[in-house]
T-cell receptor, first 109, second 115 residues
Framework: LAKTTQPISMDSYEGQEVNITCSHNNIATNDYITWYQQFPSQGPRFIIQGYKTKVTNEVASLFIPADRKSSTLSLPRVSLSDTAVYYCLRDTGRRALTFGSGTRLQVQP | DAGVIQSPRHEVTEMGQEVTLRCKPI?????LFWYRQTMMRGLELLIYFNNNVPIDDSGMPEDRFSAKMPNASFSTLKIQPSEPRDSAVYFC?????????????FGQGTRLTVV
């Protein structure tokens, strides 16, 4: 199983930066790290993906250190609408994506 | 592109009835996944197809569940007979192979209630 470990829940306030760290000690050479966001009653939505160093898009940044055993999703200036479950996955390529329990982020006003 | 399209969005059925869930993947995508989500068990992979061929169905709960992908633009998940414990949200997702660097996109899901 492509297992990752991330906090069960996090709390934040509007306007703050949120960093969610994911551990993937047994990551394979060809694996990518992919993050999904899920709102209640919706399917998971792709946020960002990376292999190493830093990737940034209009939604988030993803930091992956040189050893690739962990990664950090950074959400700048969160708002109430960022309240969701965030999943960190190892993407092995031709196999299916395995979801863990994710991190439940609660943003308070 | 309209994204991954699932139908129906909601299904309520009586125990023992047959249920068929449908999925249309994004055009050009050649890998398709079926997931089930419940509060207790989270998001579970049921089965996935690469190029219309089932690759891993070890997540299918039991023989009452079956999935087909007759062509690149359509897949079905059938439950026969249905039971109350099958109540869940069923998601379909698709992506382009090879997977690395190509994320999967999910449909809106089908909420199944078996009474």
């Amino acid at each position: 199983l492509a297992k990752t470990t991330q906090p069960i829940s996090m709390d934040s306030y509007e306007g703050q930066e949120v960093n969610i760290t994911c551990s993937h000690n047994n990551i394979a050479t060809n694996d990518y790290i992919t993050w999904y966001q899920q709102f209640p009653s919706q399917g998971p939505r792709f946020i960002i993906q990376g292999y190493k160093t830093k990737v940034t898009n209009e939604v988030a940044s993803l930091f992956i250190p040189a050893d690739r055993k962990s990664s950090t999703l950074s959400l700048p200036r969160v708002s109430l609408s960022d309240t969701a479950v965030y999943y960190c996955l190892r993407d092995t390529g031709r196999r299916a994506l395995t979801f863990g329990s994710g991190t439940r982020l609660q943003v308070q006003p | 592109d309209a994204g991954v399209i699932q139908s129906p969005r909601h299904e309520v059925t009586e125990m023992g009835q047959e249920v068929t869930l449908r999925c249309k993947p994004i055009s050009g995508h050649n890998s398709l996944f079926w997931y089930r989500q419940t509060m207790m068990r989270g998001l579970e992979l049921l089965i996935y197809f690469n190029n219309n061929v089932p690759i891993d169905d070890s997540g299918m709960p039991e023989d009452r569940f079956s999935a087909k992908m007759p062509n690149a633009s359509f897949s079905t998940l059938k439950i026969q007979p249905s039971e109350p414990r099958d109540s869940a949200v069923y998601f379909c997702a698709s992506r382009i192979l090879p997977g690395q660097g190509n994320p999967a996109f999910f449909g809106q899901g089908t909420r199944l209630t078996v009474v």
